[in-house]
């Protein structure tokens, strides 16, 4: 799924984002309308009429793909379930959901929300299409373009390969009728695979019918479902692995704690050094004041770390996700990702008493995959 983008602006509480792959789909698009389908179908247009009439479809397009999404967001939320950003990227959109439905029933009302409101757009765009008078044609072929896009981008969203809405609906079932969620997202997930498979021998074959762009376009589409349904099950399966352990249980403890007034160069040879730790703790006696990592070190040219203190290089306490002892280590996994941090402090009663990490949780999670537990 894509990371990082253009913030656009936030609707209903949610961050919108342009991933900067959707620039490419959206000039595509804006081309192949140009170019084919409306010269096509309107062969009395003139240039200028298509191409406003194309960036209208294309814009209107992606704003129903927002909607799309939009809708699973607002499903979600009403369920309890936290949404971070909606990202438009080259693949269409993608709902950043913090965390799995609790129920099947909640995955099913989730799944199903997006394509329904493709549906009706869809509905309304023909509606529109159908109402209007001869005279209006630019507006009525660009509602036509809409009415079918949006239902076929509603039915292929509803093809039963994961993690694809249709895929959701399926492990939504299978969920409900084994009673697990690890199992029901590994059955789906396979159906992913297997679908992006067979797009992707669709589109060798269109490749060599002539249809080089059409084929390219549908393999490329099942190499992301590949991925995606693997990676989606990978993360469950993580999930379901560290479900049930504390941070407690896998905790570095013997933390090296760093005064804040010492420069750069007395950190690096007298504690990094020497350890081989990266990433070290900030603070005064047992108050914890930041965290200091390699990646902060590096932030400064090394001909100033014999001037710079620590204090001035370090990540401050309050921009520090921390974790309590009893937490849950699927959560540790889930801000680890969603931070995009290596490391996380564990306090309690407002004194650090160890780290947690990445490499604390794979340790953990080879250690029981050896086991065979």
Request: glycine share 8%; with cysteine; charged share 15%.
């Amino acid at each position: 799924m894509p990371t990082g983008g253009i913030p656009i602006g936030r609707l209903f509480g949610i961050s919108l984002m342009l991933h900067y792959s959707w620039f490419f789909i959206f000039a595509l698009v804006t081309w192949v309308l140009i170019t084919s389908y409306f010269p096509i179908a309107y062969p009395d247009w003139s240039l200028t009429t298509s191409i406003i009439a194309s960036l209208a479809a294309s814009l209107l397009f992606f704003s129903s793909v927002l909607a799309h999404e939009m809708m699973h967001s607002i499903v979600a939320r009403s369920s309890g379930i936290p949404v971070k950003s909606i990202t438009l990227f080259i693949f269409g959109g993608v709902a950043q959901i913090s965390e799995e439905p609790r129920e099947p029933k909640i995955e099913l009302r989730i799944a199903l929300a997006g394509p329904l409101a493709s549906i009706v757009l869809g509905g309304i765009f023909i509606g529109v299409w159908f109402i209007l008078p001869a005279r209006f044609e630019e507006v009525t072929a660009i509602a036509f373009w809409l009415g079918w896009i949006n239902l076929v981008l509603a039915g292929f969203n509803l093809l039963p390969g994961f993690p694809l809405d249709g895929g959701r609906v399926l492990r939504s079932i299978l969920w409900w009728r084994s009673g697990n969620l690890r199992r029901a997202t590994k059955w789906a997930s396979n159906t992913g695979r297997g679908l992006g498979l067979i797009f992707i021998f669709g589109g060798i074959l269109l490749v060599f019918f002539g249809f080089w762009l059409n084929g390219v376009w549908l393999a490329f589409i099942g190499w992301f479902l590949i991925n995606a349904a693997a990676r989606s099950y990978k993360q469950v399966a993580l999930q379901h692995m560290l479900q049930g352990y504390t941070v407690r249980e896998i905790m570095n403890r013997d933390c090296l704690i760093v005064p804040p007034d010492i420069t750069i160069d007395k950190l690096v040879n007298e504690y990094i050094l020497p350890s081989g730790n990266r990433c070290l703790v900030v603070a005064t006696g047992s108050r914890l004041q930041g965290l200091i990592t390699l990646q902060n070190i590096r932030a400064f040219p090394r001909r100033q770390w014999a001037d710079k203190k620590v204090a001035e290089a370090m990540t401050p306490l309050d921009r520090i996700k921390r974790v309590q002892p009893d937490d849950d280590l699927a959560s540790v996994l889930k801000i680890l990702t969603e931070q995009d941090v290596n490391q996380l402090p564990v306090v309690e009663d407002g004194n650090i008493i160890g780290m947690v990490g990445r490499d604390n949780l794979l340790s953990f999670m080879n250690a029981r995959n050896r086991l065979g537990i």
